[in-house]
């Protein structure tokens, strides 16, 4: 079956980076985009971006965009997400998502907290 | 300000049946592209409920349906139980942005 599995929580200072992974299985990493969402406290959820596992290509929501950075690996199946000069506002849970041709369900990652603190 | 317009609320009482819109545009939802339905429970993840407009995953209960017209869903939620209290959250794909959309997010209450 298909599943997301993203790396632990993490807490960073204001300033630092933060890269969180999420490792797909079964199915063809390459056949889908993954994309990246995250979800503050008490917010709804924000689309950042995603990447095309096949040829690397990335897109960025604009607010991220300078920020962010998104990799995969293909020999491990993993997908990667940087985000830089973090704040007190980054503080989020993000997921990984796979894209979905139409008629296909969506599939999410567990989420991976990570609180900005000082 | 989120790209899919939701109501911030809706309630209803035991037994009784509510919906929920979400209004998209003619680069979304009026585009044709499948709207997706989140339920949230306090501190966990979102949980898919509705995808391709009105499919239910396995295990999710009948009382939840979709549907979809023109630039707009909605998600109908039947024989309401206060289990259901939840943030319920409408989701779909910009064509023009190249971009995962969501609502901002409904909050549900049993009364």
């Known amino acids: 079956q298909v599943q997301l599995v993203q790396s632990g929580a993490e807490v960073e200072k204001p300033g630092a980076s933060m890269k969180i992974s999420c490792e797909a299985s079964g199915y063809t990493f390459t056949d889908y985009y993954i994309h990246w969402v995250r979800q503050a406290p008490a917010q709804g959820p924000e689309w950042m971006g995603w990447?095309?596992?096949?040829?690397?290509?990335?897109k960025f929501a604009q607010q991220f965009q300078g920020r962010v950075t998104m990799t995969r690996d293909t020999s491990t199946s993993r997908a990667y997400i940087e985000l830089s000069a973090l704040t007190y506002d980054d503080t989020a849970v993000y997921y990984c998502a796979r894209s979905y041709p139409r008629g296909q369900r969506p599939y999410w990652g567990q989420g991976t907290l990570v609180t900005v603190s000082s | 300000q989120s790209v899919l317009t939701q109501p911030p609320s809706v309630s209803g009482a035991p037994g009784q049946r509510v919906t929920i819109s979400c209004t998209g545009s003619s680069s979304d939802i009026g585009a044709g592209y499948d709207v997706h339905w989140y339920q949230q429970l306090p501190g966990t993840a979102p949980k898919l409920l509705i995808y391709h407009d009105n499919i239910r995953p396995s295990g999710v209960p009948d009382r939840f349906s979709g549907s979809k017209s023109g630039t707009s869903a909605s998600l109908a939620i039947t024989g309401l139980q206060a289990e259901d209290e939840a943030d319920y959250y409408c989701?779909?794909?910009?064509?023009?942005?190249?971009?995962?959309?969501f609502g901002g997010g409904t909050k549900l209450t049993v009364l």
């Open positions: 989701q779909s794909y910009d064509g023009s942005l190249r971009a995962w959309v």
């Open positions: 990447i095309n596992p096949k040829s690397g290509d990335t």
